[in-house]
């Protein structure tokens, strides 16, 4: 089992950057793949970006491609998210997720999810 507690969430203009991250318990990172998701208030939870074991293979939702960046560092157990031109619809609570699979999308195949942070992006 893996705890995971994310830091780094905040307010900032449209435009800005914030840097998410995701530290996880034990030692054990490098047996997940990871993944950051969001929800924002009256929507489903959506995928944002993921990463293999090893961090080679990264993938991202259209919405943010080319914006965020998701790396891994397993040796200090943390994962984390780069968001650059962040637009208002950005704006969610940022959780981040541990997998068995190697590479998923899915919500529903993530066993361990961090308790969120939020994000907010004023116009």
């Known amino acids: 089992q893996v705890q995971l507690v994310e830091f780094g969430g905040g307010s900032v203009q449209a435009g800005g950057s914030l840097r998410l991250s995701c530290a996880a318990s034990?030692?054990?990172?490098?047996?997940?793949?990871m993944g950051w998701f969001r929800q924002a208030p009256g929507k489903e939870r959506e995928f944002v970006a993921g990463?293999?074991?090893?961090?080679?293979?990264?993938y991202y939702a259209d919405s943010v491609e080319a914006r965020f960046t998701i790396s891994r560092d397993n040796s200090k157990d943390t994962v984390y998210l780069q968001m650059n031109s962040l637009k208002p619809e950005d704006t969610a609570l940022y959780y981040c997720?541990?997998?068995?699979?190697?590479?998923?999308?899915?919500?529903?195949?993530?066993?361990?999810w961090g308790q969120g942070t939020q994000v907010t992006v004023s116009s």
């Open positions: 997720a541990a997998t068995l699979w190697e590479t998923t999308m899915e919500a529903s195949n993530y066993a361990y």
């Open positions: 990463s293999s074991r090893s961090g080679t293979s990264t």
């Open positions: 034990g030692r054990t990172l490098g047996r997940y793949g």
